[in-house]
């Protein structure tokens, strides 16, 4: 088990930019970022193993990236040119390999954050 803690949420207009930090006290295979959009169901939204293949969901894909820094045990997830509807609560989730890094499977297996909060305006 991994604790986990996100950082670098907060608000921007419509348009800007943020980077989200998630620091694990801990080695995970598997590291992913969730949000919570009001109104909506939790989505993954972005995901990568150990060795940096990383993908993204399409719902932000050329908007968002997603990269780690082993070293540190970090994950980054850049937003560019955001919009009103990616306000929510994101959340990073760590997992082990025996439940793969090629799906948001792993995520019901996996240690949570306490999430950030972005909110965009228009």
């Known amino acids: 088990q991994v604790h986990l803690v996100e950082s670098g949420g907060g608000s921007v207009q419509a348009g800007g930019s943020l980077r989200l930090s998630c620091i694990a006290d801990?080695?995970?295979?598997?590291m992913a970022w969730f949000r919570q959009i009001p109104g909506k169901e939790r989505e993954g939204i972005a995901l990568i193993n150990v060795y940096e293949s990383a993908s993204v969901a399409d719902s932000v894909k050329g908007r968002f990236t997603v990269s780690r820094d082993n070293a540190k045990n970090t994950v980054y997830l850049q937003m560019n040119s955001l919009t009103p509807d990616d306000t929510g609560t994101y959340y990073c989730?760590?997992?082990?390999?025996?439940?793969?890094?090629?799906?948001?499977?792993?995520?019901?297996?996996?240690?949570w954050g306490q999430g950030t909060q972005v909110t965009v305006s228009s």
């Open positions: 801990g080695y995970s295979f598997c």
């Open positions: 989730v760590a997992w082990l390999a025996r439940y793969g890094c090629d799906s948001y499977r792993g995520a019901g297996f996996g240690d």
